[in-house]
């Protein structure tokens, strides 16, 4: 296991292209932290500057205490698995296996005791006489994380390595890297734009922002039900947040009929006044019915909306109910038994505690007292 310490640190390109700004975070011994965002959100270039592969600008970046800007990656203790699975086509999956462990001279009878452990874990050990080009993705992907595992090293760094799995192989996958990392405890950081990837497998998450700027980072908990801007909201979730801009009036927002008071939702309604805000939701928070009491507790209140059902799509365990409030679109979560037919008007309530608002000056949360859930 390894404790990673990044203070500051930035990428800049000789052509003067900012790559990663001021990146700062601890991560603990045996954590399994994720870096999500869209493409050129400077994730692999974090991940390229932890193994070495790209020179920290400026700031620092420590490994176990140990300043590492100019530590060679040879000396980092650090393994990584690749988008391409980097497998040598010319060596079977034994070989491939145990090539790391050849190149440090490890002697042949503890290659061959690590290459078949490893392959047990893998689920690989009838494939070990096969070559790459006999096998499927899935299971070169598992090849490729067997020989970063195989080597005991304390940092794994993984950068998108599903993204060339079809759906099924992914949801595979994740489960097996998940059990992996939690059999082995070594450090892992994983690269990914897959949102999804992110949620199940991590203990953290860093959402970044095309540019290299850090927008939170924090548990998936943390991220779904307390996002701190704009882009952390709509970012995370799937289908995502759904937002309506409005300007704040006497304590309420004002679109087109949509008049909603924020005071049960917003700590200090009084400073938005005259302000541009965003009120927003996820699709799934919805109820059909008006909020109920649970047992020995007092009835939450919620937001009574109506909206013009445009198109659904049943997906077996939800129906996706694409509707417009005003002007503004949106999509809910129904239970499929109850999907609501094109062409109606559909009622529903957003609970105080599912209902968010954002700064659109600044783009950041406004302050509530409400328990999410």
């Known amino acids: 296991m390894a404790h990673l310490l990044f203070k500051d640190v930035n990428k800049v390109y000789p052509n003067g292209y900012h790559a990663v700004h001021d990146f700062n975070m601890e991560i603990k011994d045996g954590e399994f932290i994720c870096l999500v965002g869209d493409s050129g959100c400077g994730k692999s270039t974090t991940l390229r500057m932890i193994a070495g592969l790209e020179e920290i600008t400026s700031g620092e970046f420590y490994i176990d205490g140990v300043l590492a800007n100019q530590m060679s990656s040879r000396d980092r203790g650090i393994a990584m698995v690749f988008q391409s699975y980097a497998l ?3 060596l079977t999956v034994y070989e491939n296996l145990g090539f790391g462990l050849t190149l440090e001279g490890v ?12 392959a047990k874990i893998l689920g ?3 494939y070990l006489e096969r070559f790459p080009r006999n096998l499927s993705g899935g299971q070169c992907q598992r090849v490729a994380v067997g020989r970063a595992l ?7 760094l993984m950068d ?14 994740r489960s097996e890297i998940k059990q992996i990392h939690r059999s082995v405890g070594s450090t892992t950081i994983y690269v990914t734009h897959d949102q999804t990837e992110a949620m199940t497998m991590s203990d953290r998450i860093v959402v970044m922002k095309s540019g290299g700027y850090v927008q939170q980072i924090g548990t998936p908990y943390e991220l779904y039900f307390h996002p701190s801007n704009l882009f952390v909201a709509g970012f995370i979730g799937e289908p995502p947040m759904n937002f309506i801009k409005s300007v704040v009036t006497d304590g309420k927002i004002n679109a087109g009929e949509l008049q909603l008071d924020l005071t049960p939702v917003v700590k200090d309604v009084k400073a938005l006044e005259g302000k541009e805000v ?12 008006a909020p109920k009491a649970a047992k020995g507790e007092k009835a939450e209140g919620g937001y009574e909306l109506s909206s013009n059902v445009d198109l659904t799509e049943l997906l077996g365990d939800m129906t996706n109910v694409y509707a417009n409030i005003g002007n503004v679109n949106v999509i809910l979560k129904v239970n ?15 609970p105080y505690s599912a209902a968010y608002v954002f700064d659109c000056e600044t783009e950041l949360a406004v302050e509530s007292d409400l328990k999410r859930h």
């Open 88 to 90: 040598y086509p010319h």
């Open 107 to 118: 002697d042949a009878d503890v290659i061959d005791e690590k290459v078949k452990k490893t």
């Open 124 to 126: 690989l050990t009838e």
């Open 150 to 156: 195989i080597r005991k090293v304390n940092i794994f």
């Open 160 to 173: 998108e390595p599903l993204s060339n799995l079809d759906a099924k192989q992914r949801v595979t996958m």
């Open 278 to 289: 965003v009120f927003a939701f996820r699709p799934e928070a919805i109820k059909l019915s």
């Open 336 to 350: 499929p038994h109850y999907t609501p037919e094109m062409g109606s008007t559909f009622k529903f309530f957003v």
